[in-house]
């Protein structure tokens, strides 16, 4: 193949590693499915681990759980039949060869064979906005923050937080007893998040500097973190220095959607993006099934719990498209031979043996 390494064919390739597509990676290992996984992000767990922070209570049969820890475990959960991972592998162009098997063309160049494809990019590549100021990413992992992952580093410091929306008022709202001081800087008048949290803001003391952005970062002596932020007001064009420990910046999300299929595998699209199909996992292109986010038909549930019916779905439909004859659904786990072996070894260390 050219300059590309040639790489073996997989049964089924799950394009994004958010829940969606582990779940569908844990599911077709159950189906006996060879599974390769290609993710774009460095680590596995999708959207969650944007809020790894926040707790989540709407998963069925699970008690609330902040996302972190959820993330890691339906990471191992999706792991469970060892499927291959390729993460840091953007998508980017799907075709089909002379056998009506799939070539998938990922950034760094490499073709990725397989069979059939179950598309799981959730709402894209998803990144937090980032200040546009020279010389900030220095800091990052230091005392600038795009997402909250741990509230305890914030413990009695001061918080500034960039941002009026929804998240941004959030943040300053969950740090607002966690704190010693939480000030909001927002380029509007007003803020855009709701009321409510914005009263509790209000009632809590917290500082807002409106009509005003960063305009620079000042370093410490060594220049390995924060110590000064300075604000300009945009009308007045006046500036201030306020002294810090830490920086937030929830200014949204840049979602890159630019994975395309070849134009001769038309999937068709609602609103530009998302995935017309079915509750199956069918989308209009034979072989190419979805699940998550990324699909849409009437019904359809945008939750983690939707995720989970739209992954077992999807991998009952690639099983049957390998396979007419296979059965229709799988046996369920508690009954599946696929688990005999890991059953045993499990009871045996619950035996102590
Ligand atoms: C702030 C927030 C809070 C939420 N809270 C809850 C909650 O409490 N309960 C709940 O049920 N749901 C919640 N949700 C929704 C839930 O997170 C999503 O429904 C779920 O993550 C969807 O999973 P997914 O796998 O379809 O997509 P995603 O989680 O978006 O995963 C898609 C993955 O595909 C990757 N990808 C995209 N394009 C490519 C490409 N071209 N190549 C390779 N990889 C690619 C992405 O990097 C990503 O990792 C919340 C969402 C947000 C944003």
Known sequence: MGAFKVLEKYDVTIIGGGPAGLFSSFYSGLRGLKTKIIECQSELGGKVLLYPEKMIWDVGGQPPILGEAF?????????????????????????????????????????????????????????????????????????????????????NKTVLISGGGDAAIDCAVELL????????????????????????????????????????????EDDTAIKQVV?????????????????IVQHGYNQDVSFNVAEDLTLEKKDDYFYKGDAFGCTTQEGIFAAGDILTYDGKINLLAGTFQDAVNAVNSVKNYLDPNAAKVAMVSSHNEAFEEKNKEMIATMLGS
Not at 130 to 135: E, V
Not at 180 to 202: G, M, P, S, T
Not at 208 to 213: L, P
Request: proline residues 1%.
């Open 71 to 155: 993330a890691k475990q339906i990471v191992a959960q999706g792991l469970t039949f060892e499927p291959t991972v390729c993460t840091n592998t953007k998508v980017e162009l799907i075709q089909k060869d002379e056998n009506n098997d799939f070539i998938i063309t990922t950034n760094d160049g490499m073709k990725h064979y397989s069979k059939s494809i179950i598309l799981a990019i959730g709402g894209g590549i998803i990144e937090p906005k980032r200040l546009d100021i020279a010389g900030a990413e220095k800091y990052e992992g230091k005392n600038l923050h795009y997402t909250v992952k741990s509230l305890k580093q914030f413990h």
């Open 231 to 247: 604000l300009k007001n945009i009308l007045s064009g006046i500036t201030q220095r306020v002294e810090i420990d830490q920086v």
């Open 177 to 220: 007893d966690i704190a010693k001081k939480v000030i909001i800087v927002y380029r509007k008048k007003e803020c855009r998040a709701h009321e409510a949290q914005v009263d509790k803001l209000i009632k809590g003391n917290a500082k807002f500097i409106m009509n005003t952005t960063i305009s620079s970062l000042v370093g410490n």
